[in-house]
């Protein structure tokens, strides 16, 4: 079930169910800090952008 990367629900839930909780949390403190990052600098374009 697991095996086949080409399903990709059927891996993803794989994939987070071999992971060690720590790394699951850490995974999801990775992700939140990217997807702030990105929000960051889109909003500090934005700001650039409307300046001009």
Not at 6 to 31: D, H, R, V, W
Request: hydrophobic residues 50%; positive net charge.
């Amino acid at each position: 079930m697991c095996k086949s990367p080409l399903l990709g629900g059927e891996y993803k839930k794989c994939f987070f169910l071999t992971m060690e909780p720590t790394q699951t949390i850490n995974l999801i403190a990775l992700s939140l800090i990217v997807v702030m990052h990105a929000g960051v600098l889109a909003l500090r374009l934005g700001i650039s952008l409307g300046r001009n």
